[in-house]
């Protein structure tokens, strides 16, 4: 039964926990993002198997509903996906996809009139080039050439898998400010606050699907080990459709707090015996 839910959570930490919990999860991604290349390896032989055993490849495709002729573009990424599920059913498709079935090449965009050159052309087209590599074209994956081309990545599909490189598995450093979790969560990291965020937006059972998640569990252990102070605390809060349905029906409002940590749960507590000190 569908279930449209979100939650989200916001702890502000000590700065002796705030790294602890930064530590932590940056240890533990980094940990995860060794089994995926390692799992990727896997996949590769799996997918090389199935490729020269065409009956096995075929029977799978049937068994997910894929009736696509191999080599076909659709059928190949519908069998790599199957192969997923059997490895790690973690590995993200697109990240599959990228290190084994795609390569990535530079093509002409477009172009654009550069301005104002003086009489050194050269000079200034190097200079206005690397102005706007630091820019809005880095951030954008373009390049400008010295003729004011615009440079752009291509990907395009590969017809037989090629050997994963680890760099396509980078390590998390202490500078992170977010980690994303799975297709339906996100961390978010505010060292100048020492405030920690989990956020799962709202979609179909998006709180289940994202709390399956490895790097969930690493984050929710590590505010698990926290040691609270004065000043310190959290909750994690949320709805589904049900809920709200309730609510509106009833006429009441607002969301559910799931749970609260530190002195967030000790002025819930307190709150909760103020309400009920007469009865």
């Given at each position: 039964?569908?279930?449209?839910?979100?939650?989200?959570?916001?702890?502000?930490?000590?700065?002796?926990?705030?790294?602890?919990?930064?530590?932590?999860?940056?240890?533990?991604?980094?940990?995860?993002?060794?089994?995926?290349?390692?799992?990727?390896?896997?996949?590769?032989?799996?997918?090389?198997?199935?490729?020269?055993?065409?009956?096995?490849?075929?029977?799978?495709?049937?068994?997910?509903?894929?009736?696509?002729?191999?080599?076909?573009?659709?059928?190949?990424?519908?069998?790599?996906?199957?192969?997923?599920?059997?490895?790690?059913?973690?590995?993200?498709?697109?990240?599959?996809?990228?290190?084994?079935?795609?390569?990535?090449?530079?093509?002409?965009?477009?172009?654009?009139?550069?301005?104002?050159?003086?009489?050194?052309?050269?000079?200034?087209?190097?200079?206005?080039?690397?102005?706007?590599?630091?820019?809005?074209?880095?951030?954008?994956?373009?390049?400008?050439?010295?003729?004011?081309?615009?440079?752009?990545?291509?990907?395009?599909?590969?017809?037989?898998?090629?050997?994963?490189?680890?760099?396509?598995?980078?390590?998390?450093?202490?500078?992170?400010?977010?980690?994303?979790?799975?297709?339906?969560?996100?961390?978010?990291?505010?060292?100048?606050?020492?405030?920690?965020?989990?956020?799962?937006?709202?979609?179909?059972?998006?709180?289940?699907?994202?709390?399956?998640?490895?790097?969930?569990?690493?984050?929710?252990?590590a505010i698990g080990?926290v040691n609270w102070?004065?000043?310190?605390?959290?909750?994690?809060?949320?709805?589904?459709?049900?809920?709200?349905?309730?609510?509106?029906?009833?006429?009441?409002?607002?969301?559910?707090?799931?749970?609260?940590?530190?002195?967030?749960?000790?002025?819930?507590?307190?709150?909760?015996?103020?309400?009920?000190?007469?009865?």
């Amino acid at each position: 039964m569908s279930c449209n839910e979100w939650e989200k959570g916001s702890w502000t930490l000590s700065c002796v926990e705030f790294r602890k919990v930064r530590d932590a999860l940056v240890n533990g991604f980094n940990v995860l993002q060794e089994q995926n290349f390692a799992d990727m390896l896997r996949v590769k032989t799996e997918f090389d198997r199935l490729l020269k055993s065409k009956a096995e490849a075929k029977a799978l495709l049937a068994s997910r509903c894929c009736n696509l002729p191999l080599p076909s573009r659709d059928a190949l990424f519908s069998l790599l996906s199957a192969v997923c599920d059997k490895i790690n059913r973690h590995l993200e498709p697109d990240l599959v996809r990228h290190a084994l079935m795609q390569d990535k090449k530079e093509v002409v965009m477009g172009s654009t009139t550069i301005p104002n050159l003086g009489p050194d052309r050269t000079v200034d087209v190097e200079a206005w080039v690397a102005d706007r590599n630091r820019t809005y074209y880095k951030g954008m994956g373009r390049r400008i050439d010295a003729e004011g081309k615009i440079w752009g990545n291509q990907w395009t599909d590969r017809k037989r898998p090629k050997t994963p490189k680890k760099k396509d598995f980078p390590k998390a450093t202490k500078a992170v400010t977010h980690f994303r979790v799975g297709y339906e969560a996100d961390i978010y990291l505010n060292a100048d606050r020492r405030v920690v965020t989990w956020e799962v937006p709202e979609n179909n059972h998006a709180c289940d699907t994202a709390h399956e998640e490895p790097m969930a569990a690493v984050f929710f252990r590590a505010i698990g080990a926290v040691n609270w102070t004065r000043g310190t605390g959290g909750r994690l809060w949320g709805s589904d459709e049900y809920r709200d349905d309730a609510n509106r029906e009833s006429g009441y409002g607002g969301d559910m707090v799931k749970e609260t940590w530190g002195n967030e749960k000790e002025k819930r507590e307190q709150s909760f015996r103020r309400r009920f000190s007469h009865v």
